[in-house]
């Protein structure tokens, strides 16, 4: 059965970081690109980062470009999202996905997030 866990959320204030984590487990782990997702209420989920299956790609959206840093550790089944420079609008549920479809790109496997709230 394919888990992913997310952990790491919390409140912080405006500027904070926060490092969010991903424990996959149920699948092959280094098989599957993965990414973060987050959705806020009223808002369409947005995709926040993605990271190939190796590492050694990633891509970000506009709103978090060099704020915010994708990794994963494949010994670890684990992925990470370091938040630096954080701001009240970055407060969302930040979801972990993985194993992305084509051409679609859209993700089989999904968490049940972990809530980021920032304060001014």
């Known amino acids: 059965q394919v888990q992913l866990v997310e952990s790491g959320g919390g409140s912080v204030q405006a500027g904070g970081s926060l490092r969010l984590s991903c424990a996959a487990s149920?699948?092959?782990?280094?098989?599957?690109?993965m990414a973060w997702y987050r959705q806020s209420p009223g808002k369409e989920r947005e995709l926040v980062a993605l990271?190939?299956?190796?590492?050694?790609?990633?891509d970000y959206a506009d709103s978090v470009k060099g704020r915010f840093t994708i990794t994963r550790d494949n010994t670890k089944n684990t992925q990470y999202l370091q938040m630096n420079r954080l701001k009240v609008e970055d407060t969302a549920l930040y979801l972990c996905?993985?194993?992305?479809?084509?051409?679609?790109?859209?993700?089989?496997?999904w968490g049940r997030g972990t809530q980021v709230t920032v304060s001014s």
């Open positions: 996905a993985a194993c992305p479809r084509f051409p679609s790109l859209t993700y089989e496997y």
């Open positions: 149920g699948y092959a782990f280094s098989s599957c690109g």
């Open positions: 990271i190939s299956s190796a590492g050694d790609t990633s």
